[in-house]
């Protein structure tokens, strides 16, 4: 190309027709306009997909961290509930001791090793964060006892006032629930 061919096509190209015209092929089209409206719609339901799915999987692993250290903080709870019978047992075996019996030079030592087991069982028990539920002269609670009757009493109705069986939770679950007498209007 010469210079000459050069200067006429930068001439043809900065007329004003030339600018309109080439304005014009570039203005959308009322279809277009349809379809960029669409496409822009698209384009955000899918940005709201997106932040809805990121949300779901925030979710799915915060949910999945907790049942992970659940699990590892009451990963002893079916065993900790097998153990409470034992400790029920060695409990009952003491308190079926008559003073009497308790003085006997004979079973003096049974005594002392029964209730050095049960110390220790207690001190186990405190270590891994079960702790026995009080219940005598407290209101009645559901979430952590279980009336078993109703007594006549002078205390006030729904006070307990006879525990048959101790409750135990563990950390901040229900192991077993206190099997309780009440005290009704008499």
Do not use: C
């Amino acid at each position: 190309m010469t210079n000459t061919e050069n200067d006429t096509r930068a001439d043809d190209a900065l007329t004003p027709e030339n600018v309109a015209a080439e304005a014009d092929a570039t203005t959308p089209t009322a279809g277009e306009n349809d379809e960029l409206a669409k496409l822009a719609e698209q384009l955000a339901a899918l940005q709201q997909d997106l932040l809805y799915a990121r949300a779901e999987t925030q979710n799915v692993r915060r949910r999945g961290e907790k049942e992970v250290a659940d699990a590892h903080a009451y990963a002893a709870t079916k065993f900790a509930r097998d153990i409470l019978s034992v400790a029920d047992n060695l409990g009952r075996a003491l308190a079926a001791l008559s003073a009497e019996q308790r003085a006997d030079e004979g079973i003096k030592p049974l005594v002392t090793g029964l209730e050095a087991t049960e110390r220790e069982l207690l001190s186990v028990f405190e270590r891994n964060g079960i702790t026995r539920i009080a219940a005598i002269g407290l209101p009645l609670d559901p979430n952590q006892h279980q009336a078993m009757l109703e007594i006549p009493s002078d205390q006030t109705p729904g006070t307990i006032v006879q525990e048959m069986q101790a409750g135990y939770m563990m950390k901040d679950r229900l192991l077993r629930p206190a099997m309780v007498a009440v005290a009704k209007a008499g």
